[in-house]
């Protein structure tokens, strides 16, 4: 967002909590990736750095479903409409897809929703391995298709298709995240300033608490009041919502956003759950796995009336670290032999699924409902299709991982269900906006990070094109001293 509203003329700051991630020099000659758990000892664990959770992402960008816009019925409830259609999202899918070089590929995707150009780039090559099983998979009767990501691969490219990439920090800039896809050009331009290890404290409102005047910022133990008639909180899940609640004034008491009870709520997600094909007996090389994924199975089967999701080829992800002292050497036994592939359901949002607040503190989370026999289907689903291909697979059955967790702070066309309008503007306050996964109202059944992107594109151009776009200088004094702080 802040790259789209410097090509159109204004003047951002950006705020970031944590600082920027420091490359071994030596990367370039020996693993290329630093995993996640290196930095937070739990891959579960938010992190804060310049470019946030996505310097450690695999990369995988699709397009939401057509279908994931409208409502759905599922085997425990409904998966919301969107207050946008797909076609509204559309040119900005396309505009997504093109600032991060997204590498993909139609073929074999007969969920691939409707598009007005072709992805930029030729899908990622398959390594040799994974081709083979590719190929044993489909000439045994499943379908399968390119995981669309996005690489710095090709002619002139960064990217080696190292093994160290998925849930992994690239340290030569190969992997197109937000930092290096969007913040750096953002910074290029001259209109967009960086303040690192500074913390949000509060936003602030006008005294009627009608619109939005700035934040009260922190560095280095110094209070900073940073005046702006437009604010975007993308503090991602579940900080929005906390920097929202914690921004409460007697206007809003119950924090901003949330005067119908929404903030915080309807949170949903993906359920996820592990298959573990065993390729060899011998131990594997290090390769580039994460290519290939089977959405066949995404609206249902034939004896199946509800949806089911996605099943995909992950990264080599040192999962064993994750493991107790007892189970590691069995967990790293398996990491060696076979690949890692994930099966993904949607799960729901509801009213009561969410964050719990006590304050202004979050002490309990209500999570989404899980489809559980949706979710039991399409694990059988994905061990059959490698049993077919002559695999021995291991899978776990137990209860499902929520992962990329979306809502809290969703947007909507009716205010008492939820927190922001279609444009992502908070409603009742003029000039505040959530720009990041806390406003999707659900999160169909493939990866959300390029609906993200594509949303805050949308939500530049509604504020560049608005009432506020004509006063540029946005950043007061007090944001220059802060600047000026930070560099001595």
Known sequence: MAYRLAQRGLQVLVVERGDFLKPDPRAALGTIGKCLYTFTKNFNNPVSCVGGQTKFYGAALYRLRQSDFEEVEHECGISPAWPLRYCDLEPYYDQAEALYRVHGSSEGDPTDPPRSAPYPHEPIPHDPIVARMIERLERTGTTTCSTPRGLDYGPGGRCVLCSTCDVHYCQIDAKMDAEIAALRPALATGRVQLVTRTDCQRVLTSADGTRVRGVIL????ISYTVHANT???CAGFPRTASLLRRSRNRHHPEGLGNSTGCLGRYMGGHSVGYAFPLMAWRKLPAIHSKTVGINTYYHGTRDWPYPLGVIQ????IPFWEMASKTMRPIARFVGAHSLMCFYMTEALPTRE???????????????????????AKLRRLTIDAFRRAGYRVLSRERAP??????????????PTTSVADPNCQVHGIAGLYVIDQSVLPSAGA??????????????GDHIAGGRYAAERDIISNAAAALLRHQLA
Not at 313 to 316: E, F, I, N, P, S
Not at 354 to 367: C, M, S
């Open 353 to 375: 699924t969410g964050l719990v607040f006590t304050g202004d503190e979050i002490t309990n989370r209500a999570a989404p409902i899980h489809n559980s026999a949706s979710f």
């Open 401 to 414: 991982y929520t992962w990329h967790e979306v809502g809290t702070a969703r947007f909507g066309a009716d």
């Open 446 to 459: 493939v990866n959300t990070c390029l609906t993200i992107i594509a949303l805050a594109l949308r939500a």
């Open 231 to 233: 604010v975007a909180v």
């Open 313 to 316: 080829l992950a990264g080599q």
């Open 218 to 221: 922190q560095q280095a133990g």
